[in-house]
């Protein structure tokens, strides 16, 4: 199947300062990415979506200031966490579809925030 | 707003048994239902989907059902194996948002040797 890389695999950092988390879809173009936040236990939460060469998408309750999304390139998104607070701890996983009609989607291995 | 069910307790089994999982949701039903299994620190990895129109799907020894009467989907893995242990999460799209999929919680699976 599809590939989808995900970097970097987990992070921590110190409240205040800004992480970058990039997906990349290795063997595919994708148009639109995904990104979910999943907390412990809890079902995979969709925060935006990610369209190549346009603004992303956000779900209502998500702040798009906080959430940076980048879709610069066929291959590649970027989510910015500016400002991280602890609330911001979280798994964060991107994934792709590579056709609308079906639906499926692949993920990347996530990533892990730790904001201390 | 559409809800889905997932039986948040896990499923402990038997090795050689199947084990069934249950997606319940709400509202009106969706285009079609897919089913993921996911380890844990791991993202999720897609296993089968099902349209609205279809009934049963199956896949090795996987196999998932969709009653639009009743709402729910039905996710069957026989013949289970240890490695089969992992979070199974059900996940839905609707026209109306169809680029977009929704969630279960998930269901734990644990098959013991």
């Known amino acids: 199947g599809a590939v989808v890389s995900q970097h970097p695999s987990w992070v921590i950092c110190k409240s205040g300062t800004s992480v970058k988390i990039e997906c990349r879809s290795l063997d595919f173009q994708a148009t639109t990415m995904f990104w979910y936040r999943q907390f412990p236990k809890q079902s995979l939460m969709l925060m935006a979506t990610?369209?190549?060469?346009?603004?992303?998408?956000?779900e209502q309750g998500v702040e798009k200031d906080k959430f940076l999304i980048n879709h610069a390139s066929l291959t590649l998104s970027t989510l910015t966490v500016t400002s991280a607070h602890p609330e911001d701890s979280s798994f964060y996983i991107c994934?792709?579809?590579?056709?609308?009609?079906?639906?499926?989607?692949?993920f990347g291995e996530g990533s892990r925030l730790t904001v201390l | 707003s559409q809800k889905i069910e997932q039986n948040s307790e896990a499923l402990n089994i038997q090795e050689g048994k199947t084990a069934t999982l249950t997606c319940n949701y709400t509202n009106y039903s969706p285009a079609y239902l897919q089913w993921y299994r996911q380890d844990p620190g791991r993202g999720p990895v897609f296993l089968l989907l099902i349209r609205e129109n279809e009934k049963e799907k199956r896949k090795e020894r996987l196999k998932v059902t969709f009653d639009t009467t009743l709402k729910q989907s039905l996710f069957h893995i026989t013949a289970s194996q240890p490695a089969d242990s992992a979070t199974y999460l059900c996940a839905l799209a609707w026209n109306t948002g169809f680029q977009k999929l929704v969630f279960g919680t998930g269901t734990r699976l644990l098959v013991s040797p």
């Open positions: 994934s792709a579809r590579i056709l609308a009609n079906t639906g499926e989607l692949f």
């Open positions: 990610s369209n190549e060469g346009s603004k992303a998408t956000y």
